[in-house]
């Protein structure tokens, strides 16, 4: 089992940046794939980006490709979430799960273990 801890949420204005963490715990080794997703009001939660255990393999959603970018530190057992050019489109409470393996679904059925989100307020 994993536990996952989301923080680094905030408000920024349109075009600034902020970087999320996704602290994992629970398990001795990183073979975890971690999803981030969003959760926006009046819309169903979406994939954002993922990375695999292995760091090799990351995976974006079109709206964020070019702005966004994930990466681990396993000696941290930590993951990130690096946003850039932030739009008031991405406010949205941010949230990061794990799942075993090395595949990156874009479905949020597919992660096990779940944050309890962090806020990100995008203002124009």
């Known amino acids: 089992q994993v536990r996952v801890v989301e923080s680094g949420g905030g408000f920024v204005q349109a075009g600034g940046s902020l970087r999320l963490s996704c602290a994992a715990s629970g398990r001795t080794d990183s073979r975890y794939t971690i999803g981030w997703f969003r959760h926006a009001p009046g819309k169903e939660r979406e994939f954002v980006a993922g990375?695999?255990?292995?760091?090799?393999?990351?995976r974006y959603d079109a709206s964020v490709e070019g702005r966004f970018t994930t990466s681990r530190d396993d000696a941290k057992n930590t993951v990130y979430l690096q946003m850039n050019s932030l739009k008031p489109e991405d406010t949205a409470v941010y949230f990061c799960?794990?799942?075993?393996?090395?595949?990156?679904?874009?479905?949020?059925?597919?992660?096990?273990?779940w944050g309890q989100g962090t806020q990100v307020t995008v203002s124009s």
């Open positions: 799960a794990a799942r075993d393996g090395h595949l990156v679904p874009i479905s949020l059925l597919e992660y096990n273990y």
């Open positions: 990375i695999a255990w292995t760091g090799r393999t990351t």
